[in-house]
């Protein structure tokens, strides 16, 4: 049997990613599986133990990656996320495709150890578009949306990493790209280089002390 693809999906926060994978994961659930990170962070209201997260203590995560228990694991604002390897290796092996929704620092760390993997990188058409949508959802404050833009203009120095570059304009367009992206029939250079460097380059405004 066929391998199932390791495909990686991260975007700005606010580029609709979040949109982007559960669309993806309720049109192809027979094909596609998302991975559940294990954290040491806090259940927010609403979250689940082993359906949002596996929520772990400080102990319990270092205890794993002691094991080697992880496929890539970080460090994000004071606390650990990781991924477990168990999950995925069985999974892929029943040929599933498997999705990460991580951040670019493990992003890079699966490549690294999985060169096979596909990282996708999700962003809106332009840097404009990208504050409209983050001031459009009315859930962070001033000061938040413009600390996750300059965070933004941080990450876009990396972007040129990942091997797809997939514009969210309309979900469900941009859902049928990655998933060809992901079936591996789209064709595998799409790193558009040119929408990297203007998206860069817009992003810039919101720099901090700039
Ligand atoms: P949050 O605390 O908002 O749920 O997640 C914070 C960040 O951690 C997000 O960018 C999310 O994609 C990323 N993240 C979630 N799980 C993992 C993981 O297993 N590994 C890594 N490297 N990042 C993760």
Redesign the pocket.
């Known amino acids: 049997m066929k391998k199932g693809t390791l495909a990686v999906i ?1 975007g700005f926060s606010g580029a609709g990613k979040g949109t982007v994978t559960r669309r993806l994961l309720d049109k192809y659930a027979d094909e596609c599986c998302l991975s559940i ?3 040491t ?1 806090s259940p927010r209201e609403g979250e689940k133990d082993g359906i949002h ?1 596996f929520f772990r203590t400080k102990e319990q995560f270092e205890q794993m990656i002691k094991e080697d228990r992880f496929l ?3 460090c ?1 604002v004071d ?1 650990y ?3 477990p390897r168990e999950f995925v290796e069985e999974k892929r092996k029943a040929g599933i495709h498997v999705i ?4 670019i ?2 992003a890079l760390q699966v490549k690294k150890r999985y060169p096979e993997a596909v990282l996708i990188f999700v962003t809106p058409p332009s840097a404009r578009e990208l504050e409209k949508r983050l001031r459009g959802r009315g859930t962070e404050s001033e000061e938040e949306i413009a600390d996750r833009l300059a965070k933004a203009c941080e990450e876009a120095r990396d972007i040129s990493s990942y091997d797809h570059i997939v514009i969210n304009d309309t979900v469900e367009e941009c859902v049928d790209r990655v998933y060809g992206i992901i079936r591996g029939v789209s064709d595998r250079v799409a790193n558009n280089e040119e929408l990297i460097r203007r998206i860069t380059e817009e992003l810039r405004v919101f720099k901090k002390g700039e």
């Open positions: 991260s990170s294990v954290t962070r997260y890539e694991h970080a994000y606390n996320y990781g991924t990460l929704e991580i951040e620092q493990g």
